[in-house]
């Protein structure tokens, strides 16, 4: 993989700065960590949020009177209807 020199300039509180130095926070390699680490986040955040859209696209959910009519058939004795069965 190609590498490519950039520069970066923060303004941080000094003692943020001296304890991150301390905890080797400040390096290349855990810079690169945390970008990667937050590339993936963001893929996962958007692959959970693509999903859970498609999800709700499947059936409508039922209604307070549907719920109702399928607890009075299983009471009954009767089979519950499900949605496919209007389908």
Avoid: C, H
């Avoid at 020199?5 to 290349?28: F, H």
């Avoid at 949020?49 to 307070?64: I, V």
């Amino acid at each position: 993989m190609d590498r490519v020199d950039i520069t970066l300039n923060l303004n941080l509180p000094e003692e943020l700065v001296e304890q991150a130095r301390s905890a080797g926070l400040l390096t290349q390699e855990q810079i690169e960590r945390w970008l990667r680490d937050e590339l993936q986040r963001q893929k996962r955040l958007d692959q959970l949020f693509n999903n859970l859209d498609r999800l709700a696209a499947l059936e409508p959910p039922l209604t307070e009177d549907e719920i109702a009519a399928e607890i009075e058939a299983y009471r009954g004795g009767k089979k519950p209807s499900t949605q496919d069965d209007a389908s």
